[in-house]
Structure formats: C-alpha cells, structure tokens
C-alpha cells in the first residue's frame, strides 16, 4: 500500500495511557528485567504525536507536564523514530510535537506511548508500511508497555510484559485516576520490591481466574475486587502517603483501588459517570490527591488521527489503524 496521491507533509497519531488491573511480579530475570504476568487495560486519556520533515531532529513537548519530559535524543518519541529511520534506511530527520495529556512518571506508560504513536505516524509519513510484526517487534525494542500501546483494548501480558494475548472481555469501565505532584521512578519501585521480598521465594507469575472471569462477566464489581499489584506495596513503601489516597477513594464509592503500575498513580474503578464526579471531588477537596483525571476503558491502541498533505490542507481523519502490508524499502 501506498499514498494515492501527494504524500503527507504532518501525520497525527492518537495513543491512550495504560492501567494495569493486574500485575504479578515474577523473578527477576538475568538480563534485569522480571517475569511479569499482566493484564493492561488502554484508557482515554491520550497524547497525540504529530510528526513533520524538517531540516533537523527536533521534538516539541506541549501541555501541563512539558517541564517534566526531555526534549532531546532521550524522549522516548525520538528513540522511535530513529529506530525506524535506521530499520527502513530513511534518511529525513523529523520534528516530533507531543501534545501531552497523559501524566508524567506516573505509572501510566506515557512515555511508551508515545514511542508507540510516533512509530505509527513516521511510518504513515514516510511511506513504509511496515507489517504490523515489524511494528510490534521494534515496540518490544524500545520498551516494555510500548507494543501494548500499540494494541490498546484490554491484553495480557508476559515475558517482560511485552509479549501480548488480546482478552476478550466485556463491559466498559469507568475509572478515575489519583494523581500525584511526585512521580516514582519505575526501576525504584522494582528495586523496593525486590527488597521487600528478599526472603521469600518468589514463584512464576500466572494471570489469576478471578481477573479472567471478571472481564468476561463484564461486571465492574467483580472487576473491582479482582484488582491487584504486586508493586503495590513497593510504591506505598517509597510513597507511605499513597495508603491514605486508596483509603479515601475505597470511603467514598470506589468498586476498587489499585496503584497504577509503578505508581505513585492511583487508579479507582466506579460504576458510572457520576460515581466518577462524586469521587473525584471527594479526593481532591479531602486533600488526598492534588488532581484528577477520569477516562473510560477499555479504548483502542495508537491510530492515526490525520494527515495533512501541506498547502492544500488536511486529507482529515484517516481512521487508520495502522499500516497494512509489507515494508517496501
Ligand atoms: P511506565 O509505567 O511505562 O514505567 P511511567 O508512566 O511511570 O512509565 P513515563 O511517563 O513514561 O513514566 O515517564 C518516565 C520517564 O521517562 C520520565 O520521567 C521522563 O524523564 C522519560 N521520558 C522520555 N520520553 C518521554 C516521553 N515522551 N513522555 C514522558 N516521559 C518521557
């Protein structure tokens, strides 16, 4: 496949953040990361990572958290592209604009995001259409979470959390979501856990009956009560104050409360939009949490929202999902 007609001067691409409902942390392996045994639901709460040819290699961070990402080699989005002007032999420098709305070091993966997004768009502007195996595996390359981001929906995951099973289940889920004003560094809480469970013998990680039988029930307090994380207690060992967020979030309505990932996030399961008013209220007025957000899940994975053919204006929404057929070049 192919442009049929000018080729794009600026691809948009839309990725959602992640939350885990359940994260069970394995050994650690020999090359440093864990076993994991994950299921990662997407949620909408998005960046949009657009890219355009310039004279250089450049990225623009946008939004409330711009201070809080590098705008250099080191952003996630950079190491995306180059990756994939390296793997396709394209030599056109790009500048990369996040637009960020989904929260820093917060256990909601956006850095993976957008390297998910960014491989999207650049392979849209540049014509490669990369298969969608060449695109998960230098998801998997770049980080753990980013072929998730990729995927979207509902998934489990294994291996170091990049090797993914799409579930099947139902129901829609309303969640809103703790935040912090100080991120945790994800290889900090893996270190604190590994500390805390020094003198245990920690087994194989293996997706738990309840979760599975949850999602396909589509029932949110089933759902709710099937949450866990193995990194919980580490989060809470470096963040003490996290304990008192799920507290009040569990006091006032919450189906169930999980620390996002690594955290310092909290994540809260209800069962409707207004329940979801109601609690975010009650976190940020009681102190608990300095902000809010609320999203819906499960959303789609990384998809191309535009193209925009330069002088002649937008070509508009493509509703593209992503490349189809084989890289050309
Ligand atoms: P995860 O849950 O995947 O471990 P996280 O959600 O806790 O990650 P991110 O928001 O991905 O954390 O950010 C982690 C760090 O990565 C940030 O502190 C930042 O320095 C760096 N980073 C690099 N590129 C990006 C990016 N595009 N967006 C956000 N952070 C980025």
Same mark, same amino acid.
């Given at each position: 496949?192919?442009?049929?007609?000018?080729?794009?001067?600026?691809?948009?691409?839309?990725?959602?953040?992640?939350?885990?409902?359940?994260?069970?942390?394995?050994?650690?392996?020999?090359?440093?990361?864990?076993?994991?045994?994950?299921?990662?639901?997407?949620?909408?709460?998005?960046?949009?990572?657009?890219?355009?040819?310039?004279?250089?290699?450049?990225?623009?961070?946008? !939004?409330?958290?711009?201070?809080?990402?590098?705008?250099?080699?080191?952003?996630?989005?950079?190491?995306?592209?180059?990756?994939?002007?390296?793997?396709?032999?394209?030599?056109?420098?790009?500048?990369?604009?996040?637009?960020?709305?989904?929260? =820093?070091?917060?256990?909601?993966?956006?850095?993976?995001?957008?390297?998910?997004?960014?491989?999207?768009?650049?392979?849209?502007?540049?014509?490669?259409?990369?298969?969608?195996?060449?695109?998960?595996?230098?998801?998997?390359?770049?980080?753990?979470?980013?072929?998730?981001?990729?995927?979207?929906?509902?998934?489990?995951?294994?291996?170091?959390?990049?090797?993914?099973?799409?579930?099947?289940?139902? !129901?829609?889920?309303?969640?809103?979501?703790?935040?912090?004003?100080?991120?945790?560094?994800?290889?900090? =809480?893996?270190?604190?856990?590994?500390?805390?469970?020094?003198?245990?013998?920690?087994?194989?990680?293996?997706?738990?009956?309840?979760?599975?039988?949850?999602?396909?029930?589509?029932?949110?307090?089933?759902?709710?009560?099937?949450?866990?994380?193995?990194?919980?207690?580490?989060?809470?060992?470096?963040?003490?104050?996290?304990?008192?967020?799920?507290?009040?979030?569990?006091?006032?309505?919450?189906?169930? !409360?999980?620390?996002?990932?690594?955290?310092?996030?909290?994540?809260?399961? =209800?069962?409707?939009?207004?329940?979801?008013?109601?609690?975010?209220?009650?976190?940020?007025?009681?102190?608990?949490?300095?902000?809010?957000?609320?999203?819906?899940?499960?959303?789609?994975?990384?998809?191309?929202?535009?193209?925009?053919?330069?002088?002649?204006?937008?070509?508009?929404?493509?509703?593209?999902?992503?490349?189809?057929?084989?890289?050309?070049?």
């Amino acid at each position: 496949m192919s442009w049929a007609a000018t080729p794009p001067q600026a691809v948009t691409a839309r990725v959602p953040a992640k939350v885990n409902l359940e994260l069970m942390v394995g050994p650690r392996r020999s090359d440093g990361f864990h076993h994991l045994a994950t299921v990662f639901q997407a949620v909408g709460l998005h960046d949009d990572v657009t890219v355009e040819p310039a004279q250089e290699w450049g990225v623009t961070i946008n !939004g409330p958290y711009a201070d809080l990402v590098p705008a250099d080699g080191t952003n996630l989005a950079m190491r995306a592209a180059r990756l994939l002007a390296r793997e396709a032999g394209i030599d056109v420098p790009v500048h990369i604009t996040i637009d960020k709305d989904i929260p =820093v070091a917060a256990g909601m993966a956006g850095g993976s995001a957008d390297a998910a997004a960014t491989l999207l768009a650049c392979d849209a502007l540049w014509g490669v259409w990369s298969s969608k195996a060449e695109l998960e595996e230098m998801a998997a390359d770049l980080g753990s979470d980013v072929p998730f981001a990729l995927l979207g929906g509902t998934a489990m995951g294994s291996g170091r959390g990049d090797q993914l099973a799409p579930v099947l289940g139902r !129901g829609r889920y309303t969640w809103v979501f703790a935040l912090s004003d100080v991120g945790l560094k994800t290889p900090d =809480v893996y270190a604190e856990c590994d500390r805390l469970r020094s003198h245990l013998r920690v087994g194989e990680p293996a997706p738990s009956s309840a979760m599975m039988t949850a999602l396909r029930s589509g029932d949110a307090a089933s759902l709710g009560r099937a949450l866990s994380n193995d990194l919980q207690a580490a989060a809470l060992s470096l963040q003490p104050t996290l304990a008192e967020v799920l507290a009040t979030g569990m006091d006032n309505g919450a189906l169930g !409360g999980i620390v996002s990932g690594s955290g310092p996030t909290v994540a809260f399961l =209800v069962s409707d939009t207004e329940r979801s008013l109601d609690l975010a209220v009650a976190l940020t007025a009681s102190g608990a949490a300095p902000s809010v957000k609320r999203a819906i899940g499960p959303v789609r994975g990384a998809h191309i929202i535009t193209a925009a053919s330069g002088p002649r204006g937008s070509l508009g929404s493509t509703g593209h999902s992503g490349p189809v057929g084989h890289r050309s070049n």
